[in-house]
């Protein structure tokens, strides 16, 4: 074999060792997860009645049936939270009736329902918008 080759075959396999060293030795970073999520179907868009009863509903496939969230109404219109109904069971599937009373419910205002996993409390849902009318009688 000629003494050329021969030395940078040599060179070559060294290469190729050290490459293959420093590609196991150094870390490769995590493959981004997707985040925890909770969705919020309900209520869906539209107008509520003042006094009537509405259903918040949420789901979520990274909590527990064990795990509680905060289902809050949020006023958007002045940025503000209108009822808070703390400590709800299942953040992996829940439901909440709420009334629509006129001790926060006010017509011009619109509205939505967020939940947020009292564990995670970055991780919140949030509801299409909804606003309230006053029915007469």
Known sequence: MNPLRSKFLGLFVILVV????????????????RAPAIHVPSPGP??????S????????????????????????????????????????SGSLDFPVDPAWAKVGVTYVVEVLVVKAPSVKGTSSTFTVFKTLG
């Open 53 to 92: 009863t509405q259903n918040a509903s949420w789901w979520s496939n990274d909590f527990k049936s064990t795990d509680f969230v905060t289902v809050n109404i949020r006023d958007l219109t002045h940025g503000k939270i209108a009822k808070s109904f703390p400590n709800t069971p299942n953040a992996n």
């Open 18 to 33: 050290m490459l293959a060293t420093l590609a196991n030795s150094s870390p490769i970073p995590e493959l981004d997860k």
């Open 46 to 51: 539209g107008k509520r009645a003042i006094g």
